[in-house]
């Protein structure tokens, strides 16, 4: 298998894009990628939902990128977007998934429906720990409907997104074990197209050194 193969196979395994649903909440992950605020702004205008909750501090991809916090500035952007700024809520503090889905639960401990809306390569994360860290509320997932192609930025290249994507399958196999998500079928074409990206070098943001798919 090529590395563009392989690469492509991690793609599609992650995106998820569930089926659109009227919700309580509209809950955007922050991340390096702005493009996800504004389609939290698309799908807000477009009535899914009457609030949104952005959730994220800053971390190593964004805090020279968003110095005043990633929640901040999806706000920002969905505010050019033609969403009312009451119709904003903020969680500041939330540096990882889990954080995010368990701040934004504490913010609406009521709500029975959410729809998250991440990084179209994140989704299947997402997922996996919405389940598990919020089991009773409808999680549906979602993202901007970029292209593989597409999905690097200036400040993420192509290589950066591939090493993403290879430490965040990782990721998902350590941490359902470690009960922070729910288990995930992971195909075996999807491990092989692991191995062959990690034998490549795409090994920038893996836990450790090396990983056994075994």
Known sequence: MKVEDAARVLWDFHCVYDELSKSDVIIGLGSYDIRVAEHCAKLFVEGFSDLIIFTGS?????????????????????????????????????????????????????????IFVTKPQTQRRCKA???????DVKAIVTAPHTKFIDQPLAHHNERALICEMVGDLERMNSYAQLGYQTAVDIPDITWKAFEVLVKAGFVDHLQKPTFSSQ
């Open 58 to 114: 800053s971390g190593n991809w964004t805090r020279d990128l968003f110095p005043q916090g990633e929640a901040v500035a999806f706000k920002e952007k969905a505010v050019e977007h033609e969403v009312p700024k009451e119709a904003i809520l903020l969680e500041p503090n939330a540096t990882n998934i889990g954080e995010n889905v368990q701040l934004s639960a504490a913010i609406v401990p009521n709500a029975k429906s959410a």
């Open 129 to 135: 720990t919405a389940e598990k860290q919020w089991s």
